[in-house]
Nanobody, 130 residues
Framework: QVQLVESGGGLVQAGDSLKLSCAAS????????MGWFREHPRKEREFVAL????????HYADSVKDRFTISRDNAKNMMYLQMNSLKPEDTALYYC???????????????????????WGQGTQVTVSS
């Protein structure tokens, strides 16, 4: 059973940095994709970034590209999201997600939809003040 626990959220000022962590437990995460999504009040959950556990290849939403960096530590079963140059519009509840892809990865665009992911953490709040 996959369990995901996020941490690292908080209140920061615009321009600051913050690093989120996701502790993953359960099966071996080879052939999994891991991702970060965020949810603004009264809006749909939106894709932020993903990483393929085996290869380490990454994909980002245009809104965070060049500001956020996703990474993982295979030995510790940890995933991270380093967020720099934060903006008030980055304020949201951030979720860690995991999805078994097997050996047939269906492409980055496919996994941008939150409905494609089966496993979720409880979320961690990030608030950026102007």
């Amino acid at each position: 059973q996959v369990q995901l626990v996020e941490s690292g959220g908080g209140l920061v000022q615009a321009g600051d940095s913050l690093k989120l962590s996701c502790a993953a437990s359960g099966p071996t995460f080879s052939n999994y994709a891991m991702g970060w999504f965020r949810e603004h009040p009264r809006k749909e959950r939106e894709f932020v970034a993903l990483i393929r556990w085996n290869e380490g290849s990454t994909h980002y939403a245009d809104s965070v590209k060049d500001r956020f960096t996703i990474s993982r530590d295979n030995a510790k079963n940890m995933m991270y999201l380093q967020m720099n140059s934060l903006k008030p519009e980055d304020t949201a509840l951030y979720y860690c997600a995991a999805e078994y892809t097997g050996t047939r990865y269906l492409g980055n665009d496919y996994y941008q939809r939150s409905q494609r992911w089966d496993h979720w953490g409880q979320g961690t709040q990030v608030t950026v003040s102007s």
